[in-house]
């Protein structure tokens, strides 16, 4: 299992449109990949998952993956969350 912890600096979090992008990323991996926010949890694969953690600018999250490729599964989501723009 790989973790890394990453800040939401896009302005409205993980809203609906950069949370599709996050679960389109996430789809490409075998890995089990999700996040962790203020103690919840959810598949970054289940897009309702994503949208359900609330998650808001300046939030620190953790991106948690397990599997054959889970080092590149949280390298590249981690880079997308940092990278989101509005």
């Not at 950069?18 to 926010?37: N, Q, R, W, Y």
């Not at 953790?62 to 989501?77: F, N, Q, R």
């Amino acid at each position: 299992m790989v973790t890394k912890e990453v800040v939401v600096k896009n302005s409205t979090g993980l809203h609906a449109r950069p949370a599709t992008l996050l679960v389109k990323k996430a789809s490409g991996f075998k890995s089990d990949v999700s996040i962790e926010c203020n103690g919840k949890k959810a598949n970054v694969k289940s897009l309702i998952g994503v949208l359900s953690l609330g998650v808001t600018k300046d939030a620190v999250i953790k991106v948690v993956a397990s599997g054959d490729d889970e080092t590149l599964a949280v390298e590249e989501i981690a880079k997308l969350i940092e990278n989101l723009e509005e």
